[in-house]
């Protein structure tokens, strides 16, 4: 039985962390449509889980990893903006934060010091802002 689920699954994409996110998906659907008993959330799950199996028994591998590359990218960036901002939040009494208006790049400058002329040390484009 294990032999003949090696012998399937060879040549085949398998589970990664994208199938994974899915499943819990699946998971959370399923219990709320048991507790609601609202079909659609049903159907949902239902749908969500064929694609997962689906995807994991696909045998477009470079397709599913390059799927699973863009979640994984995705994931990391928000990880990297959240990180961001409670670096930021746990500054936010020495410091007040800016964007600049030309290029977007944020700048830390001390706080209290009034107006003061920010210089972007990205674009070196000049800004005028109340500390
Ligand atoms: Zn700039």
Redesign the pocket.
Same mark, same amino acid.
């Given at each position: 039985m294990k032999e003949k689920l090696q012998r399937f699954m060879a040549g085949r994409y398998g589970a990664d962390q994208l199938s994974r996110v899915y499943l819990g998906i699946t998971l959370i659907f399923l219990v709320i449509s048991m507790f609601t008993r609202f079909m659609p959330f049903y159907w949902v799950a239902l749908v969500l889980l064929i694609y997962t199996y689906y995807r994991m028994f696909s045998k477009n591998i470079s397709k599913m990893y390059a799927q699973n590359q863009r979640f994984l990218n995705a994931r990391y960036r928000r990880v990297a903006k959240w990180d961001a901002f409670k670096k930021r939040w746990a500054q936010r009494r020495e410091y007040r934060f800016f964007k !600049?208006p030309? !290029?977007?790049?944020r700048v830390r400058v001390p706080k209290g010091k009034g107006k003061i002329c920010i210089t !972007?040390p990205? !674009? &070196? &484009?000049d800004f005028i802002k109340r500390s």
């Open positions: !600049c030309t !290029c977007k790049q !972007c990205r !674009c &070196h &484009h």
